[in-house]
């Protein structure tokens, strides 16, 4: 079976640190490079992080560049978004996705708030 399962996420207060993991069964994860992404309440879908098949490239979203970090171990088959200083504003439910976009996880929710 296909599938990412997402773990790690919570409510924090601003300013803390939360660090997401997912990961892959079912297919061939260090061919494939893998996303994050994010949908906060009443927006629409954001793309926050890519790292590509070998972590040789990473790209990040304007709204989260120097806070987070996308990683990935591809012994573990798991990728992690390893995000500080959060905002409010990133308050949302994060979604793993594999780079053709077909087979997203479950979705894990993460809040800031004080």
């Known amino acids: 079976q296909v599938q990412l399962v997402e773990s790690g996420g919570g409510s924090v207060q601003p300013g803390g640190s939360l660090r997401l993991s997912c990961e892959g069964s079912?297919?061939?994860?260090?061919?494939?490079?893998m996303q994050w992404y994010r949908r906060a309440p009443g927006m629409g879908r954001e793309l926050v992080a890519t790292?590509?098949?070998?972590?040789?490239?990473?790209q990040y979203a304007d709204s989260v560049r120097g806070r987070f970090t996308i990683a990935r171990d591809n012994t573990q088959r798991t990728v992690y978004l390893e995000s500080r200083n959060l905002k409010p504003e990133d308050t949302a439910v994060y979604y793993c996705?594999?780079?053709?976009?077909?087979?997203w996880g479950q979705g894990t929710q993460v809040t800031v708030s004080s």
């Open positions: 079912g297919f061939s994860f260090n061919h494939y490079a």
């Open positions: 790292t590509s098949s070998s972590s040789e490239m990473t």
């Open positions: 996705v594999r780079w053709d976009r077909n087979v």
